[in-house]
């Protein structure tokens, strides 16, 4: 008997139009999720959101997380529109700029931490009303080795969002496990998408190119690296694994 498309079980990934996002939202989708594809970015969104929904089931929402009753409303719609709370939370927007001490203004750290942490806190406060009843879900938050493992030069506000982001996994596991709800975090290494190829705020193409010789593994990761691990963590194989960060990063960090 065919399964209602209606029936999915609910996932939200943020910043799922291109990059990590998007990988882990065609994941879902063939996982058998109804993925909710949300990002700033419209085009790319819908564009998942199409993809997905030529075998699976997707819908589209612009949302920011930096913006709390956008966040609000995506999540009272979806919960009403299918009558169900989320299953499946993926905290993944993020952003990296690069931002030295010297000159750095309080809008410049405030928009990083509004983004990459606050975000993630303004989601999961939405959605874990409904998910505490239900006593099920499981949460994904990405950090990064920048931040959680080591220091990224001229990148305080990111470490220091991402090394909170640790923190905030760590503490909200404790709180939701009570109530059946997995928190787990993940801090990639160097993963080839959009963010890490930014020559201005990031390495760029020739940069990230030659460092895959000082990855033990010796390759850059990939956005479907990070999807298979989120894919493990959410599902049952993972289930007495809460509170974790797992690091993914092909042996860089160990390495040092
Ligand atoms: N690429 C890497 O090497 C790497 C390494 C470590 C951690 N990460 C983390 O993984 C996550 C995904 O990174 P990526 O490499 O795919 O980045 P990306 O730049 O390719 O994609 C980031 C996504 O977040 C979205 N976004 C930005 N601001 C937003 C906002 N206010 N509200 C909603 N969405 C917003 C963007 O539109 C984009 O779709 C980020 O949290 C990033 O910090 C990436």
Redesign the pocket.
Known sequence: MAISKRNLPLAIV??????????TALTLGKLGYRVIV????DK??KAVARKINRSGAADFYH?????TDNVNSVVAEVEKKYRKPFEVII??????KTMPLKGMKDKDWDWIH???LK?MMRLCRAAAPKMRKAKKGSIVC?????GYTVGWDKHIP?SAA?AGIAGFTKALAVELAADKIRVNG???????????L?PVH?MGPKMLKAAASGVPLKRI?T?QD?ADTISFLISDKASYITGQIITVDGGLTGAL
């Open positions: 943020t910043g799922a139009g291109i990059g990590i996002g998007e990988a949300t990002d700033i970015l790319e969104g949302m920011d997380v930096s913006d905290n993944n927007a993020g952003i990296a509004e983004v990459d975000g990405l950090s990064s080795i920048a990111y991402k993940i801090a990639p290494g160097l993963i080839w998408t959009a963010q890490a930014d990031s990761g956005a990070i």
